[in-house]
Every structure is written in structure tokens, then in C-alpha cells.
């Protein structure tokens, strides 16, 4: 059985939260976890965190590079642009 | 030469020689199916100490707490030297048995298998 | 007319590979001497690819509200007292022993970065090292800090620095960061960016993290969340580095699996401190050891390595072997600290009746069998008055330094032996993987700093136990054996009322 999965912890936090949001409205896939202090979302193949949701969210502009206050771990290929936050396992 | 290293020169005395150990020489000793202690002990002994003094003397020390210890029947241990079967002659010294500097020796001792026979 | 506002992609290329300049009067083998010495073969370092186009001015910007937020929660514990919330004084121990074990190889991890940064003709891996570089510093320093309110409170960790180059079993985590240190810097960053901060770190950080949440300890909670945060680029930088240099040239492959054999094996026999940290330390538990290599290394890693199968990497050697050892080595390590806890700065116990039976729950098939008669053995002697301490020093594994307390795979009840011989003596170790990395190197490890030969050569203050532990600056008493009998426990009673008037010795009372 092939094994692609991703995966993203972030800390349990009012900054993690939109962005927790945020994954769970544009990756359908996606599995949340909770742990003591920390949330770890895996998901099969491909991850985003796009901007333009979490700043519906949280009604502000929103620098994906702000993911890096809140992130704990990853597992995937990281794709950072100006528009989103991307994990993914190229087959 | 394997390790890759900058300079050509890479080469360090080994730091655990005989000659290190103020005439003693390291040797290992691990009781099978007794893990309450941990790993195998290693003693700085003489070469020339009897080998019936490392049984009489050196080993009661270092396991004489365990319960299976008092019950020992040394005529019936089945002893390994360097991963070889080994029969000590308890007169000889050390060296004569050829336990050497980090030689290994391993005791097993069939019917006593630990704490409950446990492996412990 | 104000400038068009640059992508990131841009943006990140104007402030790295375009500060860089070629050399005019200097040759670049004689800047970067250590680029061919391990036979790496590089043919174009512009092929570098950075996944976080993070830049120095975004840097800067993003670690100074970390260490705000940081310090914000480490000033309100102080104030609050924190150090009394945690579930019990026995968890303080787990962060003694990372203390001792971890916060020196973020320095050690930090010089290692401003190194290799160094060696690097590529703007975009000087970049990532330095900043990485940048990084270790600020985790060891937040860690100090952090702790620095226990230290106030408990005792032994006055002397975590003296200690780490010094007392047997933080030779292990030291050995283990000299070695990589002293590699060339493509071993460097196998060794540290992808076999440990990529393949194992998580291993280290989330569960010992999640569990100082789950036992009350908010500022530990913190410091390693927010050094954490710069975990995701160290890992990616890991990840990178190994894709770089597969793509670059075939001749790399082969060394570069040979890399992560040996490092995967020795991060995975250093990660046995945390197996019983996890298992033994926390008195609330938030998974096994089973369970988080399960979950981290079997199935995370599991993809990662399907991921890099496409270069020619597998699995590395062995990875089955931690498969069949992850029901045994947390109990063998605790044990292990219960033997010696007269010579470690932290104390040590036997689990409860309650902490029993979840062990035996999280290891159905070897609790009971082999640890749980040795726990009830020794508890009862502790009763009578006669605290199992091993008179014995361990025989230690050349390669990983640990006491040789492994079991062969076929037997978990009988000790694995291994040995060598390299000109005319014997070398011991506690595994194949351990041995096959001194087979591949012995002169790295000839000249291994290893304690118990240390002591028997006369370099550790004396011949006897207490000499020894005087060297380390412990107390005998008061850092180190039994936790019922510790001073912290009796001033944890003190403190939260559990026992009324109880004698303290006044050096070590607090309030």
C-alpha cells in the first residue's frame, strides 16, 4: 500500500485556530488531531494553507510566512508563495 | 584509510589500551537471563588474580543481592569467553585462561532464570 | 512613484543569491576546502532550491515576536509560581534530563551550522545555515532561561554544562554530536538537518512538548513550541540538502545512504532517553514510546522514504530492528537509570500500581513478562530498606556509549554482544548497527571518551563512586538516587501540603 501522506502540527493557539479553520474549509481530505497543546492535521497527498481564506477568516491581511509563529512540525515538500502555504508528495 | 577527514594526518592512539589501566586490564562480565542489572559489569582486575578469585571475591560483590545468587551450583555454570564455550581452571590466573584485555566473559546458569524466571 | 512591490520569489532571490559574488583573486577550492574531501560531487549550486523564500529582514522579524511572546510567558510563570502546577515534583526529572542531555547540543548544534554555512559555495544553503545557526543559539538560551525558575526550586541543575562533558550517560548525547561535528559538512547536515531533525526530531520535541502541556509545566510547553516553530525550516532544509545532492550526481548515492544508515542509527539509540522519559518520567502520559514510533517514525517515515525512492534511497539498515526494540528499550533505560541513579543528577523510582498497569496495557506482550517482576522486586526491597543500587559500573557500546543493555532480537531477555578487533584490540557493541559503524570508521571511535574506562584510567577524580560523583559537582543525596527519599520530594510534600512537618535538610529548603 502506497504511503503519501502529509502532515502539519501546529500549536493549539488563537493564531493557529483560523489557520486550522482555514485547512479544514480547502483540503476535504484532511484529518484533524488533537493533542495536549498541539493540533497535527494529516492529510493524503497535498496540504494548503491558502491566504485568502484565512483572511476571510480573520477580516485582516494575512502573510502566509506568519505560519512560521505557530507551526510546530512537517512532513511533505514545502511550496511557500505569496498566496499560499503548500505540502505535497510529488508521484 | 576510511574516515574521511581534512587532514591527511588523521590518526589517534586508541585511548582504552592495556597499558592505560595502571596494570590492571578491563574484563567484562554478563550474567544471561539477569537483566535486574542492566548490562554487563566490566572490572579493572590483575592479570595475574586467580580465577577463583573473580568468582569468589569480585562476582559476589556485584551480583551477591540478587536471589538467584546464593543458589549458584558453579559446577553446573556454563561459561562463555568471547562469545566461545569456555571451562575455567579456578587455579589458573586470568591470563592463563586467556582472558584478556576487553575479553568478554558470559555466565549462564541453566535453572535459574531471573526473578520468577523472568529473564529479570 | 512608489516601486512595484516584488513576489516572494523575487524578493527572496534579491536578498540572497544576488548578494553573492564570484571570486576574483581567489581560487574557490582554496575558499571552500572541505567541498570534495567526501567525495560529494556538486556540478551546479544554483540548482538549489530554498521551499521557505524566507529572507534575513522576515527573519528577524518573525524571531522577535517569538522571543516577545516567550519571554512574556516565562516572566508570568516566575511571577505565578508556575513551578508549583505541575502534576508532581517526579516530572521536574524529565526536564533535568534534558537539560543535561539536550540544551549543550543546541550550542553544539549551533556551532556546528556557522561552520558548515561556511564551507558552502551556495548562497542559498549559507543562508538556511546561518540562520539556522542563529536558531540553535536562541533555543539554547531560551531553554537556560526557562529552567532557570525550576532551578530555583530543585535541585540538580546547577551543573548542567560541567556535567555534559563529563558524567557517563550525557557522554552519549555529547559522543553523539562530537561525531557529527567532526564529519566533513555534507555528513553534517545528512547527520543533524535529515536523519535527526528530519526523520527523528519530532520524536524528541512533540512528545516531550506535549507532554510537559499535559503535566501542567506551561513554560516548558513554551520554550519548546517556540523553538519548535523553527523546526519546520531546519527540517526543510534537511529534506532539501538530501534532494540536492542526489539530483547533482549518481556517484552520490551510495554515500549518502551510507550517511543515513549510520545517522539514523545513532539518532534512533539516542532517542532512548526520550523512549523513557515518555514511558517513566511523566506523570501524566500522553503516549507510549511504542505508539509515537509508530506514529512518527512507521508510518511518517514510512512515506518519506517511499517519497526518496524515486533517487535510489531506502530505508535505512536496521530500521527493523527499532521496530522489534520499540517494546523493550524505554524499561531498559529506565532500568538502567534505576541501577546507576546514585550516579545521575536526577532521581529516579519505581512506577506505581496504577502507572504498572498502563504499561502493561501500552506492552501487552513484554511488561509483564520481562520488566514488571523486576519493578516488584525492587520496590520491595526499597520497602526493606535496601534500594537496589548496582555496585558494578556497566560495560558501555564503543560506538553509541550507552550501557550494553539491549537485547538480542530472538531472546529480549538476554543481552546482545557484538565485537571487533582493529589492530590487536576489542571492541564491544551493543547491535549490528553499532558495530557496522565503527566497522566503516574505527579510527573515529579508537580514541571514544568512554566513561567507565575513563574512571578505571584514574581521569574522573578518583576510584570510588563517591570521588566520581564529587567530580561531576553532584551531592550525594541530594541530586542524584531515589526520588522517595530526595529532598524535592520532601519539599513537594512540604509545599503542597501533602505531609505536615517533616524535617528538611536547610541547604536545600525553599520557603
Redesign the interface.
Known amino acids: 500500500m502506497?504511503?503519501?501522506?502529509?502532515?502539519i502540527?501546529l500549536?493549539n493557539n488563537e493564531e493557529a485556530r483560523p489557520i486550522v479553520e482555514a485547512i479544514e474549509q480547502d483540503n476535504p481530505d484532511a484529518q484533524i488531531n488533537h493533542?495536549?497543546?498541539?493540533v497535527k492535521i494529516d492529510a493524503p497527498g497535498r496540504l494548503a494553507v491558502n491566504r485568502e481564506t484565512v483572511e476571510e477568516l480573520i477580516g485582516r491581511d494575512w502573510d502566509p510566512?506568519?505560519i512560521?509563529?505557530?507551526?510546530?512540525?512537517?512532513?511533505g515538500?514545502?511550496?511557500?508563495?505569496?498566496d499560499a502555504f503548500i505540502l505535497e508528495?510529488?508521484r | 584509510m576510511p574516515v574521511n577527514a581534512i587532514r591527511e594526518d588523521y590518526r589517534f592512539p586508541a585511548k582504552d589500551v592495556e597499558a592505560n589501566f595502571h596494570g590492571n586490564r578491563v574484563v567484562y562480565v554478563g550474567w544471561d537471563h539477569h537483566m535486574m542489572f542492566c548490562a554487563p559489569v566490566a572490572f579493572p582486575l590483575p592479570p595475574d588474580m586467580p580465577f577463583s578469585a573473580l568468582v569468589g571475591e569480585v562476582l559476589p560483590n556485584a551480583y551477591g543481592m540478587h536471589p538467584d545468587f546464593p543458589q549458584i551450583d558453579w559446577d553446573k555454570v556454563e561459561w562463555k569467553l568471547n562469545g566461545k564455550p569456555f571451562t575455567p581452571d579456578m587455579d589458573a590466573s586470568l591470563d592463563a585462561n586467556g582472558v584478556k584485555h576487553k575479553s568478554a566473559l558470559r555466565m549462564r546458569t541453566p535453572g535459574l532464570e531471573g526473578i520468577g524466571g523472568s529473564g529479570s | 512613484m512608489a516601486a512595484k512591490k516584488m513576489n516572494l520569489r523575487e524578493k527572496y532571490t534579491r536578498m540572497t543569491r544576488d548578494l553573492a559574488w564570484d571570486f576574483s583573486y581567489q581560487r574557490d577550492e582554496d575558499v571552500y576546502k572541505q567541498m570534495t574531501m567526501e567525495g560529494i560531487k556538486i556540478e551546479d549550486w544554483d540548482k538549489w532550491e530554498d521551499p521557505f523564500r524566507l529572507t534575513m529582514d522576515a527573519y528577524w522579524k518573525y524571531q522577535g515576536e517569538k522571543e516577545r511572546k516567550l519571554y512574556a510567558i516565562i516572566d508570568a510563570f516566575a511571577q505565578n509560581n508556575g513551578h508549583l502546577n505541575v502534576t508532581d515534583a517526579r516530572y521536574v526529572n524529565a526536564l533535568k534530563l534534558f537539560l543535561t542531555g539536550v540544551s549543550p547540543l543546541e550550542y553544539m548544534a549551533h556551532r556546528g551550522f556557522a561552520m558548515v554555512g561556511r564551507q558552502f559555495p551556495g548562497v542559498g544553503a549559507q543562508v538556511a545555515c546561518q540562520m539556522q545557526a542563529v536558531d540553535e543559539l536562541r533555543h539554547v538560551q531560551t531553554q537556560v532561561h526557562t529552567i532557570s525558575q525550576y532551578n530555583k526550586y530543585f535541585n540538580g541543575f546547577q551543573e548542567f554544562r560541567h556535567q555534559h562533558d563529563r558524567v557517563w550517560y550525557l557522554s552519549v548525547p555529547k559522543s553523539f554530536f562530537d561525531d557529527a561535528v567532526s564529519a566533513g559538512p555534507f555528513e553534517f547536515l545528512t547527520a543533524i538537518s535529515f536523519s535527526f531533525e528530519y526523520v527523528l526530531t519530532n520524536l524528541l520535541f512533540m512528545p516531550f512538548m506535549s507532554g510537559a502541556a499535559y503535566n501542567g509545566d506551561m513554560a516548558t510547553v513554551t520554550f519548546g513550541f517556540s523553538a519548535q516553530s523553527d523546526e519546520a525550516r531546519h527540517m526543510t532544509l534537511g529534506l532539501e540538502v538530501i534532494k540536492f545532492i542526489l539530483e547533482q550526481h549518481p556517484d552520490n548515492l551510495p554515500i549518502v545512504q551510507k550517511w543515513i544508515d549510520k545517522w539514523f542509527w545513532r539518532g534512533y539509540r539516542l532517542l532512548t532517553l526520550v523512549a523513557m522519559m515518555m514511558d517513566y518520567m511523566l506523570p501524566k502520559r500522553v503516549m507510549s514510546w511504542r505508539e509515537a514510533w509508530e506514529m512518527y517514525f512507521e508510518q511518517n517515515g514510512g512515506a518519506l522514504f517511499e517519497d526518496l525512492a524515486r533517487y535510489g534511497i531506502r530505508k535505512p539498515k536496521y530500521w527493523e530492528q527499532s521496530v522489534v526494540e520499540k517494546d523493550v528499550i524505554s524499561h531498559a533505560a529506565w532500568g538502567t537509570f534505576y541501577n546507576y541513579a546514585h550516579a545521575a543528577p536526577f532521581h529516579t523510582w519505581t512506577p506505581n500500581d496504577e502507572e504498572m498497569e498502563w504499561l502493561s496495557a501500552k506492552y501487552p506482550d513484554t511488561f509483564d513478562k520481562y520488566f514488571r517482576p523486576r519493578y516488584e522486586h525492587w520496590a520491595e526491597q526499597e520497602k526493606k530498606g535496601e534500594r537496589f543500587y548496582n555496585p558494578s559500573l556497566p560495560m558501555l557500546c564503543t560506538t553509541c556509549q550507552i550501557p550494553m543493555v539491549f537485547p538480542e532480537l530472538d531472546d529480549l531477555a538476554l543481552t546482545c554482544y557484538r565485537s571487533s578487533e582493529y589492530e590487536g584490540d576489542t571492541y564491544h557493541f551493543c547491535s549490528d548497527g553499532c558495530k557496522d559503524i565503527f566497522d566503516n570508521e574505527p579510527e573515529k571511535y579508537v580514541q571514544s571518551w568512554l566513561p567507565v574506562h575513563q574512571i578505571y584510567q584514574g581521569n574522573c577524580g578518583g576510584a570510588t563512586v563517591e570521588d566520581v560523583v564529587k567530580w561531576y559537582h553532584m551531592e550525594d543525596g541530594v541530586d542524584n538516587r531515589e526520588y522517595l527519599h530526595s529532598p524535592d520530594r520532601r519539599n513537594w510534600d512540604k509545599w503542597t501540603k501533602k505531609a505536615t512537618e517533616e524535617e528538611v535538610p536547610p541547604k536545600t529548603a525553599v520557603g
Open positions: 502506497s504511503n503519501n501522506m502529509v502532515y502540527a500549536q493533542f495536549p497543546a498541539m510566512q506568519e512560521h509563529l505557530s507551526v510546530i512540525s512537517i512532513s515538500n514545502v511550496d511557500e508563495t505569496e508528495r510529488k
